[in-house]
């Protein structure tokens, strides 16, 4: 146990920190953007989006749009709200990303899609559309099958290389 301990110590105080999958980064995110929300963290809510991060949705008038910093100021800090979220699936490949959530109010939903980029290490997310919908309506996917019940896991998708190539440098083509 003293050698663990040691260890553990040793690898602390030389800086050697293990690092988190794509897959545990996604997630951390995504949890950042409903938690952060739901518990009235400010910080860690908007640390979740890139500063310049598009929101849309369909209002009354049609479409609707707000800043990161305008819906931060939607949220009371350290005040926690009434609403249950979960993250309904995401999938990512290389340095993009996407993802479905949901917040469940008492008489209604929002379902948020969401895409994500890697930007220094970190995932963030660069756009947000999302609708409000009825508490008993679920997202369906492309397959036409509604989403993860309650209480089950999350569906996610991760695109992986089937065999180990030789990488070619990626060339932005500005597309």
Known sequence: MKKIKLLIAMLFVSGITFAQSDE???????????????????????????NDAIQKSMGKSGVTGMTVEALTSKIKPNQKMDRETRIVSWSYAGTAATAITETEYETSKIIDMLNLLKVNNEWKIISRVYSRIEKDEEVTSSDGTPSVAKGKTAAKTVVKPTAAKPKKPVVDDGW
Do not use: C
């Open 24 to 50: 545990e980064l996604i997630q951390k995110t995504l949890n950042d953007f409903l938690e952060g929300g739901t518990n009235g963290e400010v910080a860690r809510f908007k640390g979740a989006f890139l």
